[in-house]
Structures are given as structure tokens and as C-alpha cells.
T-cell receptor, first 114, second 115 residues
Framework: KAGVTQTPRYLIKTRGQQVTLSCSPI?????VSWYQQTPGQGLQFLFE???????NKGNFPGRFSGRQFSNSRSEMNVSTLELGDSALYLC?????????????FGPGTRLTVL | AQKVTQAQTEISVVEKEDVTLDCVYE???????LFWYKQPPSGELVFLIR??????QNEISGRYSWNFQKSTSSFNFTITASQVVDSAVYFC????????????FGKGTTLSVSS
């Protein structure tokens, strides 16, 4: 079974631009979550999508948004990029069969904002 | 508010030593889930274990063992006879929802095992 895939793996943008990151969950997984990892703040939860609806949301500004498609693939968008948005963005998927299960993480997208 | 604290930032041991990674959590919920993840140098987070708040039974998996104590809000992780391949960053995490998502992570403990 293929794991969680994220594209692109690396991205360089400049301040003020916007960026879209993509995540394909493991086949059959309906929940997709996004996390930001930085040296200073560590791993922080951004949001979770389930059945095309945002189910949980972390404490990030509105510049961070996401969506999920009917095939469970998800995208996250960051508008008006700031230097502090430079981070590793991780996507995780889980089966969500009604019981708490493990989240499987992708390799991440490394975003650098110049 | 919910919080996960991993007080040990870095630990260095020599191969075959036992090492314990500490994790203390805060939550007001009575039902919650605790996790440990490993992040090797390659960067991909690897799931190690999940524990429900109502199951305080300790668990052993090979060289890994976990000690969950609700009385002290701790969920510690012990590696017995450490190996160089155990070198990684280890994260403890908490989820307060039924799906076990929206993880709140600790800052992580970097474990270095030398030969």
C-alpha cells in the first residue's frame, strides 16, 4: 500500500507570494491533517479535514487555509507569505473507523520563504 | 489548556545503555489519547504507540516499553539496550478527540546513541 505522498517536496517562495501544497492520503483514509514543523515552535497542528469538511482547526491565522476533495486528497494554501512561514509542512492521514487510530505522516514539503 | 512537556531536550548514550524519555501532559478531558512518534534523520514521523486514557496497562514491544501513569500525568518511554539506529528525535503527543487527530506535540527529545 502506498504511503502518504506530498508534493512538491521543496519549495522556495518570496515574501508576499502565495503557495499551495498537496497531500494524497493512504488509500481508504478519510481524515487528512496538516502540521507545521519549525525549530522554534516545534510541531504544530494546522487543521484537519474529514469528508471534505474541516473538522478541527489549530491556532493559525486566516492566511492558512485548506480543503479536501472527494477522493480525500487535500491541499493547503498559505497566502501573503511571511519569512516566519518557512517550515516543514507535514500531512498525515488516518483511517478514522470510529476509533482513535494512528496517523500516518508523509515526508513533508520544505517551504523556504525569502 | 492542553499541553505536552518533554523536559529532556537532548540525551546522549552509548550503545547497549537503557534510556528513558520523559513525557508529562496536561488536559482537562477525561478521555484522551497519548502517542509516541519517532523522527529519524530522514525526517518522516513514524508511529510507535497509542494509549487510551482509560487503559493504564504498561506495554512492551521488543526493546521498547511504555509506562503510563495517570496519577502523575506521565507517559514515559524506555528503550532497553539502545542501538545506533535508535538515534532520532522522539515526540510525545496528546489528542483530545475521539478520532485521535489534532495532535498536540511536545518539543521532542533528541536521542543520540553512539557506538
Amino acid at each position: 500500500k502506498a504511503g502518504v505522498t506530498q508534493t512538491p517536496r521543496y519549495l522556495i517562495k518570496t515574501r508576499g507570494q502565495q503557495v499551495t501544497l498537496s497531500c494524497s492520503p493512504i488509500s481508504g483514509h478519510r481524515s487528512v491533517s496538516w502540521y507545521q514543523q519549525t525549530p522554534g515552535q516545534g510541531l504544530q497542528f494546522l487543521f484537519e479535514y474529514f469528508s471534505e469538511t474541516q473538522r478541527n482547526k489549530g491556532n493559525f491565522p486566516g492566511r492558512f487555509s485548506g480543503r479536501q476533495f472527494s477522493n480525500s486528497r487535500s491541499e493547503m494554501n498559505v497566502s501573503t507569505l511571511e519569512l516566519g512561514d518557512s517550515a516543514l509542512y507535514l500531512c498525515a492521514s488516518s483511517l478514522d473507523s470510529g476509533r482513535a487510530g494512528e496517523q500516518f505522516f508523509g515526508p513533508g514539503t520544505r517551504l523556504t520563504v525569502l | 489548556a492542553q499541553k505536552v512537556t518533554q523536559a529532556q531536550t537532548e540525551i546522549s548514550v552509548v550503545e547497549k545503555e537503557d534510556v528513558t524519555l520523559d513525557c508529562v501532559y496536561e488536559t482537562r478531558d477525561t478521555t484522551y489519547y497519548l502517542f509516541w512518534y519517532k523522527q529519524p534523520p530522514s525526517g518522516e514521523l513514524v508511529f510507535l504507540i497509542r494509549r487510551n486514557s482509560f487503559d493504564e496497562q504498561n506495554e512492551i514491544s521488543g526493546r521498547y516499553s511504555w509506562n503510563f501513569q495517570k496519577s502523575t500525568s506521565s507517559f514515559n518511554f524506555t528503550i532497553t539496550a539502545s542501538q545506533v539506529v535508535d538515534s532520532a528525535v522522539y515526540f510525545c503527543a496528546l489528542s483530545e478527540n475521539q478520532a485521535g487527530t489534532a495532535l498536540i506535540f511536545g518539543k521532542g527529545t533528541t536521542l543520540s546513541v553512539s557506538s
